[in-house]
């Protein structure tokens, strides 16, 4: 994630980017990459991004704060590392969080945002500007509230996946075959999803819509969610991976 991230963000801005891995990755072009603290030398940077898995912070993040300016912000992109947690690195340094989801890799994603503590406007209106290099993004005021967009959004393109994987495997059970299938789901959703993104209406109104009294459609819904089932199993899903989002910062 890390990687198409920072593809985003060295096409669409006029930052400059410095990349300290000990391996080699594959970078974009007119970014740099150091293996160490020191290969950095002097330098110092008006934010420091943190694109580590949790675990390994705690260890890595403290040889890089020197490095950063004093007016400088640290900015996270890791999931189950609070706000708090980072900010108790460096007291008194501003802490912005995104959580970007899958389809950021694409552009497409939806990022939730979080400033702990006071944040210049320069600094929260500059990491929006890369945020928006991938997607969407929605500000939340609390760590809390970033747990709950976590839960919707970050965890959300795994339980679409999963949708979909489940009805192309109902169309393969009438018939069809894999490919077939698979062309009719993603196409359906496709065209419907662009539909509800340029349609006024609600989606209860789209649905209403395309549901004729005693036809097919209502046949199919009366079996998927008639008793709210579907909207109660939804419901637990994201209760779910909110109370997990909770548990691991």
């Not at 675990?55 to 490095?67: G, K, T």
């Not at 945002?113 to 609390?142: F, K, M, N, Q």
């Not at 747990?147 to 192309?168: C, I, K, N």
């Not at 077939?180 to 999803?193: F, H, I, N, P």
Request: a negative charge; hydrophobic letters at 40%; proline letters at 5%.
């Amino acid at each position: 994630m890390g990687g198409a991230l920072l593809k985003a963000w060295a096409a669409n801005t006029d930052y400059d980017f410095t990349v300290a891995d000990p391996a080699s990755p594959d970078l974009p072009q007119g970014v740099l990459q150091v293996g160490s603290v020191e290969e950095l030398g002097e330098e110092i940077f008006d934010y420091l991004i943190v694109a580590l898995k949790p675990q390994l912070i705690d260890d890595v993040l403290p040889a890089y704060l020197p490095r950063l300016s004093p007016s400088g912000v640290i900015s996270s992109i890791a999931a189950g590392y609070s706000a708090e947690k980072l900010a108790a690195h460096a007291p008194g340094r501003s802490v912005i969080r995104i959580m970007p989801n899958l389809p950021a890799m694409i552009g497409k994603g939806v990022s939730g945002l979080y400033a702990h503590g006071t944040v210049p406007e320069t600094a929260s209106s500059e990491i929006e500007r890369l945020a928006l290099c991938s997607g969407e993004i929605v500000w939340v005021d609390s760590e809390d509230m970033l747990d709950r967009l976590t839960a919707v959004a970050g965890s959300g393109p795994g339980y679409v996946f999963e949708m979909l994987r489940a009805y192309v495997e109902a169309a393969e059970e009438l018939g069809f075959s894999e490919e077939d299938a698979k062309s009719l789901v993603l196409g359906t959703v496709r065209g419907t999803l662009e539909l509800a993104l340029q349609s006024d209406q609600s989606l209860e109104n789209l649905r209403t819509n395309v549901t004729s009294k005693g036809g097919t459609t209502a046949a199919g819904l009366d079996a998927l969610n008639g008793n709210r089932e579907y909207s109660e199993l939804i419901g637990n899903t994201l209760r779910a991976a909110y109370k997990r989002a909770t548990e691991l910062r």
